[in-house]
């Protein structure tokens, strides 16, 4: 079985930093991009980073750009995303998925979410 954890969420003041991680298991890790992605009230969910766990080959949305960092512990079936300079904007619940394969970061299984709530 497929299972995407989520931790990390919280409340932290604009221009702080959080990091969250997603723990996967129930497939072979390696052979799969897990993506992050988000939904801010009353918005659709929108892509907001992936990563190849192959070759370590990141993706990022430009509104993401210079401020969060995506990286794969592979030993630990993890990928954490490191988010820096955070803004009023990036509050949303925020979601790990498995992609469809090592370079496809459509996703097809889900976590629950977490929520980051950034206070201005």
């Known amino acids: 079985e497929v299972q995407l954890v989520e931790s990390g969420g919280g409340l932290v003041q604009a221009g702080g930093s959080l990091r969250l991680s997603c723990a996967a298991s129930?497939?072979?890790?390696?052979?799969?991009?897990i993506g992050w992605f988000r939904q801010a009230p009353g918005k659709e969910r929108e892509g907001v980073s992936c990563i190849s766990s192959s070759d370590g080959l990141t993706y990022y949305a430009d509104s993401v750009k210079g401020r969060f960092t995506i990286s794969s512990d592979n030993a630990k079936n993890t990928v954490y995303l490191q988010m820096n300079s955070l803004k009023p904007e990036d509050t949303a619940v925020y979601y790990c998925?498995?992609?469809?394969?090592?370079?496809?970061?459509?996703?097809?299984?889900w976590g629950q979410g977490t929520q980051v709530t950034v206070s201005s």
């Open positions: 998925a498995k992609g469809s394969s090592a370079y496809g970061c459509v996703p097809d299984y």
């Open positions: 129930g497939f072979t890790f390696d052979d799969y991009a």
